[in-house]
């Protein structure tokens, strides 16, 4: 009951605040109103790593997105999914440790309208905030993305959100619940500073970051405390020639006086014949060369971002026609040589509907980070509007 209160008293908000803003600022002209969003269904087939048992999962979801200006001073946003989980993986293993690794908002904005043992219906609003410009300071509180750094599968300064770079729908980025400041320092200059607050028993996470530019080159420097542990990183963003080149770093101080650091450097290029190539190389301090030191139980701290310490990652994509689409993904574990292979295709079946066929596969030897993994493929339908 106090999940759908709190829900639906952030419902009714953006209701009454579209109410409101429509009819007193209606005869000036002053607001402008946008709705967007998709219709979306996942089909998923995989093995239980805990069970010689498969397992099929289907995922439907209803996105709708909903934004309100009200002249140049103040920004409303709301994104409210309805989903539908339905297939035997809600019964595994694997879907109660995935439910343990979902990051912790401080408010609960999720309810269940159906809960059986292969058939649930959720709602949640994915985003929800508001923005206030005074001059030319941004304050934004709510459900918000916060992006740091320029990482493309690993963020060592992203700590706010982080992302894991293994997920199926990889475009779908988590939020945070937080208070974000920016404030510009001239044309190509800013200071952020970030709080979310933690829930009960869980520390809070405060960052500040600074970004410039020096002769044609981007630069950030950040410091926080996230979780218990201080954190101290940067990044910097060139080009060189036509390719964008990248690199990421943090310093790390856990809460036991343990220290590691984290790095990230890629580079981008867009080929005359139309091939697009990202190439990203990842040091994970606080991961081990030997598999046979691999904790998987850190996982649930979340403090762990890989078990090892050296990988890559690549991304190729072409598009053949302009309605048909060639992608690979792939991800090496570089000290126990496993990997994730991502084949891809996607073709514009019409105006806004778009199918995807594609699959993890995954390889490496009996003990090692993805060869412990089955193979996972799957197809999606989606339609924009």
């Not at 409303?76 to 989903?83: A, N, P, Q, R, S």
């Not at 060869?371 to 493929?377: E, F, I, R, S």
């Amino acid at each position: 009951m106090r999940r759908i209160w709190r829900t639906g008293t952030a419902l009714l908000l953006f209701g009454f605040i579209c109410l409101f803003s429509r009819e007193n600022a209606r005869a000036a002209g002053a607001i402008a109103m946008q709705f967007s969003g998709y219709a979306k269904t996942l089909a998923i087939r995989s093995q239980s790593l805990f069970t010689p048992r498969p397992y099929f999962y289907d995922l439907s979801r209803f996105r709708l997105k909903g934004q309100i200006f009200m002249g140049s001073q103040f920004q409303f946003e709301g994104w409210l999914d309805t989903e539908l989980h339905a297939g035997n993986f809600l019964e595994t293993l694997d879907y109660r440790f995935a439910q343990l690794l979902r990051p912790q908002m401080y408010f609960d904005l999720d309810w269940d309208v159906i809960s059986e043992s292969r058939l649930q219906v959720q709602q949640r609003l994915f985003r929800l905030f508001a923005t206030l410009f005074v001059g030319d300071i941004q304050i934004t509180a709510g459900r918000q993305r916060i992006a740091w750094g320029t990482g493309f599968a690993w963020n060592p300064t992203d700590l706010l959100n982080p992302y894991n770079p293994f997920a199926v729908e990889r475009e779908e980025k988590d939020g945070v619940d937080a208070i974000y400041v920016a404030v510009p320092l001239g044309a190509l200059s800013r200071v952020e500073v970030a709080v979310a607050p933690g829930k009960t028993g869980l520390p809070s996470r405060t960052g500040v970051r600074g970004h410039t530019n020096v002769s044609g080159v981007d630069v950030s420097m950040m410091a926080g405390r996230f979780g218990g542990r201080w954190v101290w990183g940067g990044d910097v963003a060139a080009y060189l020639g036509g390719a964008a080149v990248r690199a990421e770093w943090a310093y790390v101080r856990q809460s036991n006086r343990a220290v590691y650091w984290r790095f990230v450097a890629n580079a981008d290029y867009n080929f005359s014949n139309g091939i697009y190539v990202l190439v990203e190389y990842y040091f994970n301090g606080r991961g081990t060369a030997n598999k046979n030191d691999y904790n998987l139980l850190a996982l649930l701290s979340g403090e762990t971002f890989g078990l090892a310490r050296h990988y890559t990652a690549a991304l190729l994509s072409k598009d053949v026609t302009p309605l048909l689409k060639l992608q690979f993904y792939a991800i090496a574990n570089l000290n126990d040589k496993s990997a994730l292979w991502g084949p891809a295709v996607s073709y514009s079946l019409a105006q806004n509907l778009e199918l995807l066929v594609s699959g993890y596969l995954f390889a490496g030897e009996s003990g090692s980070e993805l060869g412990a993994l089955h193979n996972t493929y799957f197809a999606s339908l989606q339609y924009f509007f």
